[in-house]
């Protein structure tokens, strides 16, 4: 080979090396970071939150990506540990080595350990302090490895849970309960959630009449819901209630929840009078996310029920409200709102139309994670009725 020929095809090799080596070094270390960590350090990190309702907040994020990864069962894990913040002593699972322990006992009947009966070991079970507590197989807790069930403490020492925060939270734990199929678990949160004691410490009226609009709905709810409309019909009938004690400056807001709750648990036709009590107190209103978000709640009770020429009126003056308001995240969640109700009105072209805006503003939201959940929503909603077309 002439040298001038060698010299070219060293520097090529030279040249390809220097390339593909940094590629090579990128790829061969896994990365890390906030949207690489795995599932163990996701619920590690669940766990390490200061108070119940951050760590069941955690727990239901990693719930949803575990849902969206086909993981069904890891999704209804981490949804049982949120409501274990809460309510750990009802989610103690069976004692399945106790079970297997029976066995032992007709076998090894000269083994005293073996032959101790069940109602002794549980005696022993509870002596011991929780953070040290074994299996029950085990003569000493495992520095390593925790028990698998850990008994809660007595209610008495535990201190209350806020009402304030738990019960939207158990809503939302019940949410995903019944996405994923789960409606024993999803009745179960819901019920804790609107109990009339507990639902009664919460202090905002708005969010009490919140409360029980969102689980009106998921009661009523026949698809991702639990589909019990009289259930929906009795806790919707206590939202309105609630809603209509609010303080008139906010009012519209409780009562637009109360709307769209008869509307996600198509039971619409019993939102007549709520609608006017809506349409009421949106006139009253100056801030325009607020009056978008109430209109198209309004004009979505009317859709449902044969009216949609009313519907269209109301859906023109909230789009317009939507569209003037300046902060970008409300500007999307009311551009959100708005389609919403078009779409339940029978134009899915006009919804689209909204959405495309709302995804725009959606992606100027300054603060990264507030702009992933709103673009999550608007981009979900997207697909969903693009699929109408």
Known sequence: MPTSGCLRFLMFCALASALLLPAAGCGSKKKKGKKGRTVAEQRNDAKAEATPDRRAAAFLKLARQQAVAGDKTGAKASALDAYREFYPEETKKPAAKEKAAEPEEEKQPEDAAAAKPADENAAAEEQAPAAEQAPVEEKAPSAEQAPVEEPAAPAEERPAIDAN?????????????AMLGDRKQARNALGKAVDDEFIGKIEDPVRKAKVLADA??????KTDGIGDAGRAKSILAKAAEA??????????????????????????SLADKTVEDLLQAAKDLDEPRAKAEALAAAANVKAQTDKQEEATELLKEAAASAKSVERAESKAYALLAVALATDANGDTKQALTLLKEADKAANKVPEPDAMKMVVDKVRALTMKLEKKK
């Open 165 to 177: 925060l738990a019960a939207p939270r158990l809503v939302e734990i019940a949410e995903v309960f």
């Open 216 to 221: 009106g709905a998921l009661y009523g709810a």
């Open 243 to 268: 809603a209509n004690k609010v303080d008139q400056r906010f009012r519209a807001e409780a009562l637009a929840a109360v709307a769209l709750g008869y509307t996600r648990s198509s039971l619409a």
